[in-house]
């Protein structure tokens, strides 16, 4: 579109965010004018798209004028994103991307780390990250042998909690820790959450009323994971998604306001691993994209149907990343010695691009930060690798550095280690690394004594806050300068 096009009006300020991208940049087309537009999808408001050119530069266009492709695609990517930056409604954020909206935050900690503004003691057993909706802060946790949602408000106070489902701290325990392993999903003044054993419940956001709840292995024919089912639901439109895994159909999607099921994808029969399902839109065609054991596969969003798969034979022991998905693509990665490959899938079918092991990522995740990658490779540290070609760039790995999650906010990398609960900023800097500022939590939990497990919740920065988790231990400080 030409600069003097009113369709391809620039925002000299961008009023509103309705979330992170669900689309990558693509090519947006007026159906009246035939004039095309190459820009990413930020958000949808009063009939208005936000898109952002390639030049950084932010133009909006008018839903009603957009092919009908388009249109259709933008209404379903824009279809639960929060309603503002302070918002974090599921695993990951609402891209599933690891990355936050957040700017303006503390680009150097104090000696001591941020300010410590509360913590919230009884979160229970489990590894679940918050979510974060209108104000209120969503959990899961185990207390007296039930896995239950906690719900408290941004001060740290507890408003009520529910719960999903029996948590009986054997069987998929296996010395590692009972307690739910996913985040929850909010959407639509609803809340939906899954349990180790495959307990799948919706609850009203406000006050905890169970709404429906599914059995993943009774209803679905799915098999409970060596260490319990660990996906956090996908809420796409006025579905959720989620892998039950087995013969049955390893996805099934759900009506959310119901629980009624719409489809399975019959024809993958790969039993549940423990990563979680992200959505893309690929050629005006939305998939959901899920890793199992030993494949990669993208289902379509209409009727569940397999598109592409992809084999991962270097699959052992367990995988848990959630798949990166970027301009045609697909980037994973598995730990165990496994390593990482890109995928390309716009063409109809799944075609490596490459394949290596300078990602290991066991389960502390990865972002996708200016094509590259960040993560923590199993022996190798936090390292940063380039997206198009596999190649390492640099790596860092030194005492309360080795191995952890990652989250991405504002221009930097929040690390937590695993071990010894050091917290550390450091730059989304591709050439070299760079750290600001390194804090422990003040004290680690006691429920994991006796076990083996360790302090594996990812990091959630929103709102100008950045909150840690060690199972019952939920700290929230303040980043904001």
Known sequence: MSKTSPLAAVYSVLVFIIGCSSLPARTWTDAKSGRTLEAEFI???????????????????????????????????????????????????????????????????????????????????????????GGKIYLTGSRDKKAEIICIDSGGKELWSAPIGEDP????????????????????????AMNANGDLACFNADDGKRIWNKDLVKDFGGGIPSWGFSESPLVDGDKVVVTPGGDKGAIVALDKKTGKELWRSKGL?????????????????????????????????????????SPWPEGRTAVIPTPVYHEGTVYMTSGYGSGCKLVKIDGGKAEDIWENKVMKNHHGGVVLVDGHIFGFSDGGGLVCQELAT?????N?????????????ADGMLYCMDEEAGSVFLAEANTEKYIEHGR????????????TNGKIWTHPVVIGGKLYLRDQDLLFCYDVKP
């Not at 820790?177 to 609803?190: E, I, K, L, Q, W």
């Not at 939590?441 to 994991?448: A, D, G, S, Y």
């Open 439 to 450: 804090f422990e939590i003040p004290r680690q939990t006691k429920l994991r004594e006796g």
């Open 169 to 192: 701290e054997k069987g998929y325990n296996t010395g590692w820790g009972a307690g739910p392993r996913g985040a929850v999903t909010v959407s639509d003044g609803m809340v939906f």
């Open 269 to 309: 029969k790969d039993g549940a691993q423990y990563s979680s399902l992200v959505a893309a839109e690929v050629k005006g065609r939305r998939q959901y994209i899920q890793l199992f054991m030993n494949t990669l596969a993208g289902v379509d969003a209409k009727n569940g149907d397999v598109l592409w798969t």
């Open 396 to 408: 860092h790995r030194d005492e309360g550095s080795q191995k952890g999650a990652v989250h991405y």
């Open 43 to 133: 958000g949808l408001k009063d009939g208005k798209l936000t898109l952002k050119r390639k030049d950084g530069k932010s133009s909006y266009l008018v839903l009603d004028r957009l092919s009908p492709a388009d249109k259709v695609s933008t209404e379903k990517a824009a279809a639960d994103k929060p309603a503002n930056a302070t918002d974090w409604p599921t695993w990951r954020g609402a891209a599933r991307d690891g990355k936050s909206l957040d700017s303006g935050l503390l680009k150097e900690w104090p000696k001591d780390g941020p300010e410590l503004l509360w913590t919230f003691e009884s979160a229970g057993k489990g590894y679940s990250s918050p979510a974060l909706v």
């Open 390 to 394: 596999g190649k390492q760039k640099w």
